[in-house]
């Protein structure tokens, strides 16, 4: 199998604080790893493509200084909600891809933040 | 940028088959997938199938491909309640970058 947890689960948090997100590949490592952001009932928005040892890339209208992300080794990358507001509040997913077997992503089971 | 469509909204009986459309715009890709998302989760892989292939079977679930008119979809034989949930199609491009579908919600009636 190829499994990715996130943690944590859920998370509720007062502005103005900074908040991190581990994502984990569990069984395998991972070269590569992905963050995305999901509105309600929306689909799932690419925020950064996150390689090990090397700095992030973050797609257009992301603030790079906002989303502070640092893939540390090949099992683990983490996601930086830095001063976060209101607007923050989402749910944040990982995936990370697995070497050898083409371009197929697996999923964490998100995280929801909430900023009060 | 890649456009993915699907359709809002779906609902089947119990028992009956479901088909899940998707169109796409970039026919560049090198694998198209099929995921899963039920409330509050995050997305588990379905399925997927690779740009030159035209079908698919896995047990319940089979995927169609029409390159032609960049048409992706997925039915899900004698649906369940457990089916339901939203699903997401998604292209693969190299360098392991998705552009995923907008999903459509599926609602199994008993």
């Known amino acids: 199998g190829a499994v990715v947890s996130q943690h944590p689960s859920r998370v509720i948090c007062k502005s103005g604080t900074s908040v991190k997100i581990e994502c984990r590949s569990l069984?395998?490592?991972?070269?590569?790893m992905f963050w995305y952001r999901q509105f309600p009932k929306q689909s799932l928005m690419l925020m950064a493509t996150?390689?090990?040892?090397?700095?992030?890339?973050?797609e257009q209208g992301v603030e790079k200084d906002k989303f502070l992300i640092n893939h540390a080794s090949l099992t683990l990358s983490t996601l930086t909600v830095t001063s976060a507001h209101p607007e923050d509040s989402s749910f944040y997913i990982c995936?990370?891809?697995?070497?050898?077997?083409?371009?197929?992503?697996?999923f964490g089971p998100g995280t929801r933040l909430l900023v009060l | 940028g890649e456009d993915v469509e699907q359709s809002l909204f779906l609902s089947v009986r119990e028992g009956d088959s479901s088909v899940i459309n998707c169109t796409y715009t970039?026919?560049?890709?090198?694998?198209l997938y099929w995921y899963k998302q039920e409330p509050g989760a995050g997305l588990q892989l379905l399925t997927y199938?690779?740009?030159?292939?035209d079908m698919k079977q896995d047990q319940r679930l089979t995927v169609l491909l029409n390159k032609k008119d960049k048409h992706l979809s997925l039915r899900i034989a004698d649906t369940q309640t457990g089916d339901s949930a939203i699903y997401f199609c998604?292209?693969?491009?190299?360098?392991?970058?998705?552009?995923f579908g907008t999903g459509t919600s599926l609602t199994v009636i008993p």
């Open positions: 995936s990370a891809g697995k070497q050898r077997e083409g371009e197929t992503q697996y």
């Open positions: 069984d395998f490592q991972a070269t590569t």
């Open positions: 996150s390689n090990e040892g090397s700095k992030a890339t973050y």
């Open positions: 970039d026919s560049s890709s090198t694998y």
């Open positions: 199938i690779f740009s030159n292939m």
């Open positions: 998604a292209e693969g491009f190299t360098g392991n970058q998705f552009y």
